[in-house]
């Protein structure tokens, strides 16, 4: 029996959980939620909780507690608009996907982008600069940055270390009483020999509630056999919310002795791909399921494990049966339990042999080459040993290289493998213009996975197994004016704006200048829209103006865009 230590155990007091009334809510509306903490998103943890904003942008957004301004981000990805607010107990909130910042921190930010010559800042603000009290005003919410729709992202961190904290355990006016619901069961084979209902592969299944927990549809005992892992589909919600979201903590018992035990109190943002591997990837990947794994693959570091025997699986080798508890817990003490029964039960095996070509092992570094692919896997990027699998497709139209089939895109990458791919038929003087694609084999469809090109190869970093192969990007970004007809009218009176695109390399650089000057064009990169907006302290009306545009993709096609406005 192993004890893992919570590493996450707070020694300064002022952090402890639970400090009533030293916060107040950042907005003065309903709190809501559309998300939490820890709740399950693509590739990472979420890291707060969403508020809900009656579906407008607008509402004014207030400081939780006294302290100051630390930082200011400003994105068209990511938090889009962000505030950050150190506070004198040693934590730091932080307010995203913003509208707009207060007046006086909205000049400095604008300051600060003329200066840069860049949309795109991020802002470290002496302390003094802008002091806060509770409740001051700070922002309006917005649906900036990769938002999906109008509501404020709030966080609490650890000042010092930077680490995300649950802020459903601060005294916020957030109400909840319904425990986690459960959707499914899932049990996995762990090793070569095991089985389940006398197969070799993964099985789900339903389940129903009754008598105040839930159990296997049927109540059925499921028939097993060798080493394996039980893993649950679950989401949690919060009163007048169907969003979903996440679980507090997850304990499993077998024959009423504690085999896993995980808490998500914190976790550092080094952490949050190990995601990756505290679900099953392959379910996420073949079906969009997230299930929760209660057993911990050899390469996942996450440290929101407080309890483990082993590494939580089970092993059924007794021919008894065995009696499984999986509890879950919301943030507020709202629970649910699976209950079910296994039998350990031996059956002849026949083992299918597995192909493949090579062992990866995850403790360390890992390269496989041929004469027209070299990839490198460092050690950390797997989570457990890979049995290696490997071919390649002919060259196709409008490819430059044969199609690596690298693997299986429902394997998880935590840190990013370098791959060399051998091109084929590619015109030297295309060589610039030259990246690698990540290929998509049910649609054909393909997006780039950037890369460069050197003496004959094009090299890149990816972060995921796949499909991957050479294309070239000679098309530049397209330019669509939105606010001028003829390239001389205006037809909004206090804005420009343009809808851009790009069809494979991406959006690179935003350039425009106003009567020769460097004029900053905001970026919506989510609705493809950049705008500037007439600024009296640097425009001078009442003129003829003139007006270029350039926008270039990463493969330095470039667009240009000009135009004579009078305003």
Same mark, same amino acid.
């Given at each position: 029996?192993?004890?893992?230590?919570? =590493?996450?155990?707070?020694?300064?007091?002022?952090?402890?959980?639970?400090?009533?009334?030293?916060?107040?809510?950042?907005?003065?509306?309903?709190?809501?939620?559309?998300?939490?903490?820890?709740?399950? !998103?693509?590739?990472?943890?979420?890291?707060?909780?969403?508020?809900?904003?009656?579906?407008?942008?607008?509402?004014?957004?207030?400081?939780?507690?006294?302290?100051?301004?630390?930082?200011?981000?400003?994105?068209?990805?990511?938090?889009?608009?962000?505030?950050?607010?150190?506070?004198?107990?040693?934590?730091?909130?932080?307010?995203?996907?913003?509208?707009?910042?207060?007046?006086?921190?909205?000049?400095?930010?604008?300051?600060?982008?003329? #200066?840069?010559?860049?949309?795109?800042?991020?802002?470290?603000?002496?302390?003094? #600069?802008?002091? =806060?009290? &509770?409740?001051?005003?700070?922002?309006?919410?917005?649906?900036?940055?990769?938002?999906?729709?109008?509501?404020?992202?709030?966080?609490?961190?650890?000042?010092?270390?930077?680490?995300?904290?649950?802020?459903?355990?601060?005294?916020?006016?957030?109400?909840? &009483?319904?425990?986690?619901?459960?959707?499914?069961?899932?049990?996995?084979?762990?090793?070569? +020999?095991?089985?389940?209902?006398?197969?070799?592969?993964?099985? !789900?299944?339903?389940?129903?509630? /009754?008598?105040?927990?839930?159990?296997? #549809?049927?109540?059925?005992?499921?028939?097993?056999?060798?080493?394996?892992?039980?893993?649950?589909?679950?989401?949690?919600?919060?009163?007048?919310?169907?969003?979903?979201?996440?679980?507090?903590?997850?304990?499993?018992?077998?024959?009423?002795?504690? /085999?896993?035990?995980?808490? =998500?109190?914190?976790?550092?943002?080094?952490?949050? $791909?190990?995601?990756?591997?505290?679900?099953?990837?392959?379910?996420?990947?073949?079906?969009?399921?997230?299930?929760?794994?209660?057993?911990?693959?050899?390469?996942?570091?996450?440290?929101? /494990?407080?309890?483990?025997?082993?590494?939580?699986?089970? &092993?059924?080798?007794? %021919?008894?049966?065995?009696?499984?508890?999986?509890?879950?817990?919301?943030?507020?003490?709202?629970?649910?339990?699976?209950?079910?029964?296994?039998?350990?039960?031996?059956? &002849?095996?026949?083992?299918?042999?597995?192909?493949?070509?090579?062992?990866?092992?995850?403790?360390?570094?890992?390269?496989?080459?041929?004469?027209?692919?070299?990839?490198?896997?460092?050690?950390?990027?797997?989570?457990?040993?890979?049995?290696?699998?490997?071919?390649?497709?002919?060259?196709?139209?409008?490819?430059?290289?044969?199609?690596?089939?690298?693997?299986?895109?429902?394997?998880?990458?935590?840190?990013?493998?370098?791959?060399?791919?051998?091109?084929?038929?590619?015109?030297?003087?295309?060589?610039?213009?030259?990246?690698?694609?990540?290929?998509?084999?049910?649609?054909?469809?393909?997006?780039?996975?950037?890369?460069?090109?050197?003496?004959?190869?094009?090299?890149?970093?990816? $972060?995921?197994?796949?499909?991957?192969?050479?294309?070239?990007?000679?098309?530049?970004? +397209?330019?669509?004016?939105?606010?001028?007809? %003829?390239?001389?009218?205006?037809?909004?009176?206090?804005?420009?704006?343009?809808?851009?695109?790009?069809?494979?390399?991406?959006?690179?650089?935003?350039?425009?200048?106003?009567?020769?000057?460097?004029?900053?064009?905001?970026?919506?990169?989510?609705?493809?829209?950049? +705008?500037?907006?007439?600024?009296?302290?640097?425009?001078?009306?009442?003129?003829?103006?003139?007006?270029?545009?350039?926008?270039?993709?990463?493969?330095?096609?470039?667009?240009?865009?000009?135009?004579?406005?009078?305003?």
């Amino acid at each position: 029996m192993r004890k893992i230590l919570l =590493l996450f155990a707070l020694s300064n007091s002022v952090l402890a959980i639970g400090q009533n009334g030293y916060y107040s809510d950042p907005v003065k509306i309903q709190m809501l939620l559309s998300g939490s903490f820890a709740e399950l !998103r693509s590739n990472h943890f979420h890291s707060g909780i969403d508020i809900k904003t009656q579906g407008v942008t607008g509402i004014p957004v207030y400081a939780v507690a006294d302290g100051f301004v630390s930082r200011i981000s400003v994105s068209p990805t990511g938090f889009g608009n962000a505030l950050y607010i150190n506070h004198p107990n040693g934590t730091t909130s932080v307010y995203g996907h913003l509208e707009s910042f207060r007046d006086d921190i909205a000049k400095y930010v604008k300051q600060n982008q003329y #200066k840069q010559k860049s949309f795109r800042v991020d802002l470290q603000v002496l302390s003094g #600069k802008f002091p =806060l009290r &509770k409740n001051d005003i700070i922002a309006k919410s917005g649906n900036s940055g990769s938002s999906g729709g109008p509501h404020l992202h709030f966080e609490i961190r650890d000042t010092q270390s930077e680490e995300p904290l649950n802020p459903l355990k601060y005294d916020f006016d957030v109400k909840d &009483k319904t425990p986690p619901k459960v959707f499914a069961l899932m049990v996995e084979p762990l090793s070569d +020999t095991s089985l389940i209902k006398y197969d070799t592969k993964k099985r !789900r299944f339903s389940v129903v509630f /009754y008598e105040g927990k839930y159990h296997l #549809k049927d109540n059925q005992i499921i028939p097993v056999y060798g080493e394996l892992g039980f893993a649950i589909e679950t989401n949690d919600y919060c009163n007048g919310s169907w969003n979903k979201c996440g679980i507090y903590s997850i304990q499993l018992t077998v024959d009423d002795e504690l /085999y896993f035990s995980c808490q =998500l109190d914190r976790f550092s943002f080094d952490e949050s $791909r190990y995601i990756n591997s505290y679900i099953d990837y392959e379910t996420y990947i073949n079906i969009n399921r997230r299930v929760q794994k209660t057993w911990v693959d050899p390469g996942n570091k996450l440290r929101i /494990y407080n309890y483990l025997k082993g590494n939580g699986a089970f &092993k059924a080798i007794d %021919n008894k049966i065995h009696q499984i508890h999986i509890q879950l817990k919301d943030s507020y003490g709202n629970t649910s339990t699976l209950e079910f029964k296994v039998r350990s039960k031996p059956t &002849k095996f026949i083992q299918t042999p597995n192909i493949f070509v090579e062992k990866f092992e995850y403790n360390r570094d890992n390269q496989f080459e041929t004469n027209n692919l070299q990839l490198e896997i460092p050690q950390g990027a797997l989570y457990s040993n890979l049995n290696f699998e490997y071919k390649t497709f002919p060259v196709e139209p409008g490819y430059y290289s044969e199609i690596h089939v690298i693997h299986k895109k429902t394997v998880p990458l935590h840190k990013s493998a370098n791959i060399k791919i051998k091109t084929k038929n590619l015109p030297k003087p295309l060589g610039s213009k030259a990246l690698l694609v990540n290929i998509d084999n049910k649609t054909g469809k393909f997006w780039t996975a950037g890369g460069i090109y050197e003496k004959g190869w094009v090299s890149g970093a990816v $972060r995921s197994f796949g499909e991957y192969a050479v294309r070239i990007d000679t098309v530049p970004p +397209t330019i669509k004016p939105l606010s001028i007809q %003829n390239n001389n009218k205006l037809t909004e009176a206090n804005q420009i704006r343009f809808r851009i695109s790009d069809d494979l390399a991406g959006i690179e650089k935003i350039e425009g200048f106003l009567d020769g000057k460097w004029a900053l064009f905001e970026y919506d990169s989510k609705n493809n829209l950049i +705008t500037h907006k007439f600024d009296k302290e640097r425009f001078e009306f009442n003129k003829s103006h003139k007006l270029i545009l350039n926008i270039s993709d990463y493969k330095n096609n470039i667009a240009t865009y000009e135009a004579t406005f009078w305003k």
